[in-house]
C-alpha cells in the first residue's frame, strides 16, 4: 500500500510533501503487511497493520485513506511536520476535525499516538501552507491568546487574509516565504500590510524561516513585543 506522504499527494494534498521533495522526484511510501518489506532504491519502505477500511484504491494503486493517512502522518512525523500535514489533509475537504478525533482511541499503544492525541484537535482545514501551521503551532506553544489560521478583514477592493491572528487583540503573523512573497510580490505585500496596520489598526509580525528555526529563532520574543504594543 502507499502510505505517509506519497499518500496524502495522491489525495490531492501536494503540500503535504517533506519540504523540498517537490523540487525531485522523492521516494514513494510504500507499506506492507507484517513480514514483508520491499528494499529497493525506489521507495521509503517498512510494515504497517492495516484494515481493509484503510485502504482505498487511486488509479489502480492501493493507498491508505486520508483518515489513517492522517494519523500516521499525525504521530510519526516531526511535531511541524505533523500539524502541518493534518492541516493540509482536512483542507481537502473529505475529512473532518470530529471524524479524526473519534479515531483515535484505535491508535492507543501506537508510536507516537501521544503526539497524535496532542495535535489532532489543533489541526484546522483553514490553513494554507505548511509555514502557517507551525506558526499557528509555535503561537499555541506559548500560550498568547489563541489564533486562528486566515483571518479575514473586509478591504477597500474586496477582502484582505492574515497568515495566523487573533481578532480580539488585533495581533497577526504574516510569514513571508521566498516563494510567494518575493520582490515581485513586494508591492502587494506592503499596500495590504500596511492598510491592515493603519486604518484597520492590527499589529502585524513579518516571519522568515530564520524567525522559525535554528539557534536564533525569536518568534516568541516577536510575538511578545506584539501583544505588548497592543497592552500598551
Same mark, same amino acid.
Not at 521516494?27 to 510494515?47: D, H, I, Q
Not at 473519534?102 to 490553513?127: I, N, S
Not at 505585500?189 to 499589529?203: H, M, V
Given at each position: 500500500?502507499?502510505?505517509?506522504?506519497?499518500?496524502?499527494?495522491?489525495?490531492?494534498?501536494?503540500?503535504? @510533501?517533506?519540504?523540498?521533495?517537490?523540487?525531485? =522526484?522523492?521516494?514513494?511510501?510504500?507499506?506492507?503487511?507484517?513480514? %514483508?518489506?520491499?528494499?529497493?532504491?525506489?521507495?521509503?519502505?517498512?510494515?504497517? $497493520?492495516?484494515?481493509?477500511?484503510?485502504?482505498? $484504491?487511486?488509479?489502480?494503486?492501493?493507498?491508505?485513506?486520508?483518515?489513517?493517512?492522517?494519523?500516521?502522518?499525525?504521530?510519526?512525523?516531526? %511535531?511541524?511536520?505533523? +500539524?502541518?500535514? @493534518?492541516?493540509?489533509?482536512?483542507?481537502?475537504?473529505?475529512?473532518? %476535525?470530529?471524524?479524526?478525533?473519534?479515531?483515535?482511541?484505535? &491508535?492507543?499503544?501506537?508510536?507516537?499516538?501521544?503526539?497524535?492525541?496532542?495535535?489532532?484537535?489543533?489541526?484546522?482545514?483553514?490553513?494554507?501552507?505548511?509555514?502557517?501551521?507551525? =506558526?499557528?503551532?509555535?503561537? @499555541?506553544?506559548?500560550?498568547?491568546?489563541?489564533?486562528?489560521?486566515?483571518?479575514?478583514?473586509?478591504?477597500?477592493?474586496?477582502?484582505? &487574509?492574515?497568515?495566523?491572528?487573533?481578532?480580539?487583540?488585533?495581533?497577526?503573523?504574516?510569514?513571508?516565504?521566498?516563494?510567494?512573497?518575493?520582490?515581485?510580490?513586494?508591492? %502587494?505585500?506592503?499596500?495590504?500590510?500596511?492598510?491592515?496596520?493603519?486604518?484597520?489598526?492590527?499589529?502585524? +509580525?513579518? =516571519?522568515?524561516?530564520?524567525?522559525?528555526?535554528?539557534?536564533?529563532?525569536?518568534?516568541?520574543? @516577536?510575538?511578545?513585543?506584539?501583544?505588548?504594543?497592543?497592552?500598551?
Amino acid at each position: 500500500m502507499v502510505t505517509d506522504r506519497t499518500a496524502g499527494w495522491l489525495h490531492g494534498a501536494p503540500r503535504i @510533501l517533506a519540504p523540498n521533495d517537490h523540487l525531485s =522526484v522523492p521516494k514513494v511510501c510504500v507499506f506492507c503487511p507484517p513480514g %514483508r518489506r520491499l528494499r529497493n532504491g525506489l521507495v521509503a519502505s517498512g510494515e504497517r $497493520t492495516l484494515t481493509s477500511t484503510d485502504v482505498v $484504491t487511486i488509479d489502480g494503486l492501493r493507498v491508505t485513506t486520508p483518515l489513517r493517512t492522517a494519523c500516521d502522518l499525525g504521530r510519526l512525523l516531526h %511535531r511541524d511536520q505533523a +500539524i502541518a500535514a @493534518l492541516d493540509s489533509l482536512l483542507r481537502l475537504g473529505g475529512l473532518s %476535525r470530529q471524524r479524526l478525533l473519534a479515531e483515535l482511541p484505535r &491508535f492507543r499503544g501506537y508510536r507516537g499516538v501521544v503526539q497524535l492525541r496532542e495535535l489532532a484537535p489543533l489541526a484546522d482545514d483553514r490553513a494554507q501552507s505548511p509555514p502557517e501551521s507551525i =506558526v499557528r503551532l509555535r503561537w @499555541l506553544d506559548l500560550g498568547f491568546p489563541t489564533p486562528i489560521p486566515q483571518v479575514e478583514e473586509a478591504a477597500p477592493r474586496g477582502s484582505y &487574509f492574515i497568515d495566523v491572528g487573533n481578532r480580539e487583540h488585533r495581533v497577526g503573523a504574516e510569514y513571508l516565504g521566498e516563494e510567494f512573497h518575493n520582490d515581485e510580490h513586494a508591492d %502587494r505585500d506592503l499596500e495590504r500590510l500596511s492598510w491592515l496596520r493603519g486604518p484597520r489598526r492590527w499589529t502585524i +509580525i513579518e =516571519v522568515r524561516r530564520k524567525n522559525l528555526f535554528g539557534d536564533g529563532a525569536d518568534f516568541g520574543d @516577536l510575538l511578545a513585543r506584539a501583544f505588548g504594543e497592543v497592552a500598551v
